[in-house]
């Protein structure tokens, strides 16, 4: 430990003396202390039943740290963004649109896996959207690490992370042992997280799944395998076959102090709670927590089993909402009712979708539409307000899209 922490502190000096970008070459002497901790680490691995011949093989060529790990090591800004702005980057028009895709050109294989597991194959699509865009990003190699040496970084640089990052380099030892995959397939995020379903380590060997029965539980490659993995995480949480995850509500007036409250939809009914569209709470003796995700001045939701059995893949009820709006959505049924407090003058993801459209009809965009207003987006917003002679600020707004309308 002692040891760990005079390396750490070191290699935080040198950071500080340089600073000594992801763009540089990383340091000679950072790379020898890399290699010293793995070198070091065989004898923990040994303790777990790794053999020489699997620890030499995951770290075969692997000479010094992971840059992006020991990027996200040293520096992890606390980024909040407000509820609102998380849903729109992931339940939008879009995610809509690829999730029906999947649906269809995958419905055989959703259909086995909802039948054997007994979970909605609409939660598996979502989740499946969130986790990697339904496996794009596993399709841009330069974005995929090599999991044993990002884990490893993480271990020898993070004191924050090392708990964490020692036992799934651990576990990811074992995956390679048991020969799901070659250790050059072994890739996934800079935290480890892996395939079409972004599994950890760990959370792999509790799971994985051989769905399309090739002898492998890989879900890197097979779709199948991948949602089936998903299937089993939630199956063996506790996924209630045949319910809703939650039901999104108006909030009586005073009714906010009832907030992480858990009742049942009857008692919530009698308190003044109705669904927006109208309709009542199935009748029954199902019990709802209330969560206000939003604030006070926000749509209230009442969440059910299956939404915290969805936050066993991810903590964040942000997630577990964002995975539930999604698959209702591409199953048809239909998106929030309600509108989230947004500030004054700015827009929804239907009307940011609108307003790129609109510029890329106009010619000032050229990019996606997809709700993301990155660098092409604001240069397109600053064009066109200078053409109108609106303030250049390049954000969207409603004036704005007013003014193209
Ligand atoms: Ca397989």
Same mark, same amino acid.
């Given at each position: 430990?002692?040891?760990?922490?005079?390396?750490?502190?070191?290699?935080?000096?040198?950071?500080?003396?340089?600073?000594?970008?992801?763009?540089?070459?990383?340091?000679?002497?950072?790379?020898?202390?890399?290699?010293?901790?793995?070198?070091?680490?065989?004898?923990?691995?040994?303790?777990?039943?790794?053999?020489?011949?699997?620890?030499?093989?995951?770290?075969?060529?692997?000479?010094?740290?992971?840059?992006?790990?020991?990027?996200?090591?040293?520096?992890?800004?606390?980024?909040?963004?407000?509820?609102?702005?998380?849903?729109?980057?992931?339940?939008?028009?879009?995610?809509?649109?690829?999730?029906?895709?999947?649906?269809?050109?995958?419905?055989?294989?959703?259909?086995?896996?909802?039948?054997?597991?007994?979970?909605?194959?609409?939660?598996?699509?979502?989740?499946?959207?969130?986790?990697?865009?339904?496996?794009?990003?596993?399709?841009?190699?330069?974005?995929?690490?090599?999991?044993?040496?990002?884990?490893?970084?993480?271990?020898?640089?993070?004191?924050?992370?090392?708990?964490?990052?020692? @036992? #799934?380099? &651990?576990?990811?030892?074992?995956? +390679?042992? $048991?020969? =799901?995959?070659?250790?050059?397939?072994?890739?996934?995020? %800079?935290?480890?997280?892996?395939?079409? @379903? #972004?599994? &950890?380590?760990?959370?792999?060997? +509790?799971? $994985?799944? =051989?769905?399309?029965?090739?002898?492998?539980?890989?879900? %890197?490659?097979?779709?199948?395998?991948?949602?089936?993995?998903?299937?089993?995480?939630?199956?063996?949480?506790?996924?209630?076959?045949?319910?809703?995850?939650?039901?999104?509500?108006?909030?009586?007036?005073?009714?906010?102090?009832?907030?992480?409250?858990?009742?049942?939809?009857?008692?919530?009914?009698?308190?003044?709670?109705?669904?927006?569209?109208?309709?009542?709470?199935?009748?029954?003796?199902?019990?709802?927590?209330?969560?206000?995700?939003?604030?006070?001045?926000?749509?209230?939701?009442?969440?059910?089993?299956?939404?915290?059995?969805?936050?066993?893949?991810?903590?964040?009820?942000?997630?577990?909402?964002?995975?539930?709006?999604?698959?209702?959505?591409?199953?048809?049924?239909?998106?929030?009712?309600?509108?989230?407090?947004?500030?004054?003058?700015?827009?929804?993801?239907?009307?940011?979708?609108?307003?790129?459209?609109?510029?890329?009809?106009?010619?000032?965009?050229?990019?996606?539409?997809?709700?993301?207003?990155?660098?092409?987006?604001?240069?397109?917003?600053?064009?066109?307000?200078?053409?109108?002679?609106?303030?250049?600020?390049?954000?969207?707004?409603?004036?704005?899209?007013?003014?193209?309308?």
């Amino acid at each position: 430990m002692t040891k760990f922490r005079t390396r750490s502190r070191s290699f935080a000096l040198l950071l500080a003396a340089g600073l000594v970008t992801v763009m540089m070459p990383l340091n000679a002497q950072a790379d020898a202390g890399f290699k010293r901790w793995v070198a070091d680490f065989y004898e923990t691995a040994a303790k777990s039943g790794i053999s020489r011949s699997t620890y030499q093989k995951a770290f075969a060529g692997i000479s010094e740290p992971d840059p992006e790990a020991l990027q996200k090591a040293q520096y992890q800004p606390e980024f909040k963004s407000q509820i609102w702005e998380y849903l729109d980057s992931r339940v939008n028009p879009y995610t809509v649109q690829i999730g029906r895709q999947m649906a269809a050109r995958h419905g055989g294989t959703l259909n086995a896996i909802e039948r054997h597991f007994g979970v909605d194959k609409n939660i598996l699509l979502a989740i499946w959207s969130m986790e990697s865009n339904y496996g794009a990003v596993l399709e841009k190699p330069e974005r995929l690490h090599h999991v044993p040496q990002a884990l490893a970084t993480l271990a020898w640089a993070d004191p924050k992370r090392a708990k964490f990052a020692r @036992t #799934q380099l &651990i576990a990811a030892l074992k995956i +390679l042992q $048991a020969g =799901d995959v070659t250790p050059k397939q072994l890739t996934g995020s %800079w935290a480890g997280a892996m395939g079409h @379903t #972004q599994f &950890i380590p760990t959370s792999y060997l +509790l799971y $994985a799944v =051989d769905a399309d029965g090739n002898g492998k539980r890989d879900i %890197w490659h097979s779709i199948p395998d991948a949602l089936a993995t998903s299937a089993n995480l939630l199956a063996k949480n506790g996924w209630t076959t045949g319910k809703t995850w939650g039901y999104e509500a108006v909030l009586p007036a005073g009714a906010a102090k009832y907030e992480g409250q858990t009742k049942t939809l009857a008692q919530w009914a009698a308190l003044g709670f109705v669904r927006p569209n109208g309709k009542g709470f199935p009748r029954g003796t199902d019990r709802a927590s209330l969560k206000l995700m939003g604030g006070s001045n926000g749509p209230a939701f009442l969440m059910m089993k299956n939404f915290f059995t969805i936050k066993k893949y991810n903590a964040a009820d942000s997630y577990a909402l964002a995975v539930g709006l999604l698959a209702d959505e591409i199953a048809g049924f239909g998106g929030m009712q309600q509108s989230w407090p947004r500030p004054h003058g700015t827009l929804d993801i239907k009307e940011k979708f609108e307003l790129q459209s609109r510029m890329k009809q106009l010619g000032y965009y050229d990019g996606e539409v997809d709700g993301n207003f990155g660098s092409g987006s604001k240069a397109a917003i600053s064009a066109i307000q200078k053409r109108l002679g609106m303030d250049q600020n390049g954000e969207p707004s409603q004036s704005l899209l007013r003014a193209l309308r």
